[in-house]
């Protein structure tokens, strides 16, 4: 009987703790204690955010239910995921430490102190391949109005990119069913292809290159993997701002060609959402061009309003003239 009176207490006093605070906060760092900026935290069904720049978030407390899964993305880290019990809600604090992908380092390559990632590229130049600056393509898209939506639409569009400007043909849109908001679904295909063209010319043009920190991750799969993340100097790239996050994982292949580029960015002036982008690229006429986007879009911890959403685009039938 003392056994059963001590059990009930103990849970009766951890659903008074949690009832006592009406949030609880999430902070995400990396092995070093580094916080991590903009993490993307999902829990249970229906929470699916980006952290703030401290690489925190506040989490109100109704959202938790008993057993609900949580999950910390990080591009460049492993996958944190587990299970939350009463024990660690009522703590008011969650610590998640995200451990890097790993690689294997090639000695050859980071071993000198005077490790010049220029001069490395200069060295691969030739078997660096340059983006497409401009060609026609066709484009099939899916479309996820939230993470665990039933929300589920299919449909093509077709587009020109013209290097940092792309034009989506709005009279080419079909959809599976009626959208909401088609007007969206051609901004996406839009932004993605612009994205695409700029991160992949970041990577392969010096002028751009300087604008970042360029580190070389290793090797893992047969392919060779490098961390761009952007620079915080006085006159900012590209219109951002220095708070703003920026950074790409950049894969190649073993002949050196640009594989896959994940991309995260969040904008600090405006922190509505946080966009992460995995683009697969493949090569026509000698030229970059990307294959396959998925796209995600993360509300800020701040925007009450708006659900995850998520976009795969996958482009076909590139051509130079219609």
């Known amino acids: 009987m003392k056994k059963i009176c001590l059990s009930f207490f103990l849970i009766l006093s951890v659903v008074i703790q949690v009832h006592a605070q009406e949030k609880i906060t999430i902070t995400v760092s990396d092995t070093f204690g580094h916080r991590l900026p903009y993490p993307e935290v999902m829990i249970g069904r229906d929470f699916h955010r980006a952290g703030t720049l401290d690489g925190t978030i506040e989490v109100p407390i109704d959202l938790f239910a008993p057993n ?38 090639d000695p050859i390559i980071v071993s000198p102190s005077e490790f010049s990632s220029d001069k490395y590229f200069k060295k691969k130049k030739k078997w660096l391949l340059l983006p497409c600056r401009k060609y026609l393509f066709d484009m099939d898209f899916t479309y996820n109005k939230g993470s665990n939506s039933k929300e589920l639409y299919a449909g093509h569009m077709s587009g020109v990119s013209d290097a940092y400007i792309t034009y989506m043909d709005s009279t080419s849109l079909t959809t599976s069913e009626e959208m909401p908001d088609t007007c969206k679904i051609l901004k996406i295909g839009k932004r993605a292809t612009e994205i695409n063209y700029l991160v992949a010319r970041a990577f392969c043009h010096q002028s751009e290159r300087k604008n970042f920190y360029c580190t070389y991750m290793g090797k893992t799969d047969n392919s060779e993997a490098w961390e761009f993340s952007i ?92």
């Open 68 to 105: 609900d899964s949580l999950i910390v993305k990080y591009i460049g880290y492993k996958t944190a995921q587990f299970l939350l019990d009463p024990s660690a809600i009522s703590k008011g604090v969650i610590t998640i430490i995200l451990k890097e992908e790993s690689y294997f380092l």
């Open 231 to 322: 620079r915080k100097q006085q006159k900012m790239p590209w219109e951002l701002n220095q708070n703003d996050e920026l950074r790409c994982i950049v894969t190649l292949d073993n002949d050196g060609f640009i594989a896959n580029i994940k991309t995260h960015f969040t904008s600090s002036t405006n922190n509505v959402a946080s966009y992460l982008l995995y683009t697969d690229f493949g090569r026509y006429d000698n030229q970059l061009i990307p294959i396959e986007t998925k796209f995600d879009i993360v509300p800020s911890a701040n925007n009450k309003e708006a659900k995850a959403t998520s976009y795969t685009l996958r482009y076909r039938n590139i051509r130079k003239d219609r």
